[in-house]
């Protein structure tokens, strides 16, 4: 484990190398994904779907990344802890245009208020807070930011994230749990209705959530649980700006289903 505690920057530095340049006069989508929690395959299986969709229906191949805590990819795939998650938005800042392109992070794992987990043992990851995302996505200078919390308490993220510039989305409100972090579970309740239905069927960031929440909120009603109630905050400047970037990726998938 120590060898591959020292790894890590090599392996994230050439994961970065990879990434393709933002193209100049295109709102380039940009997707880094982190799975936080280690000991449950349900996270790592999650940022997978997430990551495959986006490249397929989101233009993002070339310009993707995840960060996974799990045995099973641990050779191939860096280290979802803090230290590499300010390596990668820094290195993701490189290659976009910050004040034109936008970054998609999606973080799912088990989560407490104002914190997620990065739990994976034997090593000692230091936790992810709320105010340290905030001030990494500053540091980098991402300027447009689409922020995604698939975890309990995630809702207690939405003011340290907020921004003119920014859209948050996450699981539950800061006091609730989320469901579906079961070592049985392909994926959780709210990644499942986000991500494997909801933008399946439109490329809307703020009407996936709408389809999401209904869905969430129908399944839980049915199973007698404590309502989880996903939480949305769009910044002022969002719509604009994401109305063009749907738009244009409606043109993409059409011109892929006429061929």
Not at 1 to 21: H, K, S
Not at 157 to 180: C, K
Request: glycine share 6%; net charge negative.
């Amino acid at each position: 484990m120590e060898l591959t505690f020292y790894a890590q920057p090599a392996m994230v530095g050439r994961t970065l190398a990879e990434i393709e340049a933002g193209r100049p006069g295109i709102t380039d989508l940009y997707f880094l994904g982190f799975a936080g929690y280690g000991a449950q395959d349900v996270f790592m299986k999650e940022v997978k779907v997430a990551n495959n969709l986006f490249d397929q229906q989101f233009d993002t191949e070339g310009r993707s990344l995840t960060l996974v805590n799990n045995s099973q990819t641990i050779d191939y795939l860096p280290l979802a802890n803090v230290s590499n998650l300010q390596l990668a938005l820094n290195g993701l800042a490189k290659r976009m245009d910050r004040e034109e392109d936008v970054l998609f992070l999606f973080l799912t794992s088990h989560g407490s208020r104002n914190i997620l987990s990065t739990r994976y043992w034997p090593l000692q990851h230091n936790d992810l807070a709320a105010a340290d995302l905030r001030t990494m996505l500053d540091e980098a200078g991402i300027g447009w930011r689409v922020i995604v919390i698939s975890a309990c308490y995630s809702g207690s993220f939405v003011d340290e994230l907020r921004s003119e510039r920014t859209l948050v989305i996450t699981a539950s409100r800061e006091d609730r749990n989320s469901f579906g972090c079961s070592n049985e579970a392909d994926m959780t309740y709210f990644g499942k209705a986000l991500i494997d239905e909801a933008l399946r069927n439109t490329r809307s960031f703020t009407a996936a959530y709408d389809l999401a929440a209904e869905r969430i909120s129908s399944r839980e009603k049915a199973e007698g649980l404590t309502p989880s109630e996903p939480q949305i905050s769009v910044g002022t400047e969002m719509p604009a700006k994401l109305t063009a970037l749907t738009e244009r990726l409606e043109r993409l998938g059409d011109v892929a289903a006429k061929q």
